[in-house]
């Protein structure tokens, strides 16, 4: 099972692979045969990061990249096999995250509970017996 941190974004059709799980089985049990992903990693559309390799703190992996051997921090990983080719900007952010995203899903999230409290109220305004848990 892979181990993923805080903050990665995964591009679509992007594997994070187990390695040879048909050979030697018995004695792959107990062992870590897939990747351990650290914060803020970018991994592009239809990278593959196989084998129990970790990636670095703030690396990012380019599309269709292959990563076989541990990935250092900040590194930037491109190619079959992936080599690093320099260290990654701190200002590039994933598309869909914007400087004030953590603002915008405090908004979201004080609107939904604005709505699960006034959904709860329909129930006792016309006598019903239903209520709206909520688990935000």
Do not use: W
Not at 27 to 38: L, S, Y
């Amino acid at each position: 099972t892979s181990d993923i941190g805080d903050n990665v974004t995964i591009y679509h059709m992007a594997t994070l692979g187990g390695i040879a799980p048909s050979i030697n089985s018995n004695d792959q049990r107990n062992i870590k045969r897939h990747p351990t992903i650290e914060d803020e990693v970018v991994i592009g559309s239809g990278a593959q990061v196989l084998g129990p390799v970790t990636v670095g703190r703030c690396a990012k992996i380019g599309a269709n990249a292959v990563i076989t051997k541990d990935v250092p921090e900040k590194a930037v990983m491109v190619g079959i096999p992936a080599k690093n080719v320099g260290l990654a900007d701190s200002e590039f952010k994933p598309y869909g995250i914007t400087p004030d995203s953590d603002t915008k899903s405090e908004n979201q999230l004080r609107h939904l509970r604005c709505l699960i409290y006034q959904l709860n109220l329909i129930p006792e305004r016309y006598h019903l017996s239903i209520f709206f848990h909520q688990q935000i």
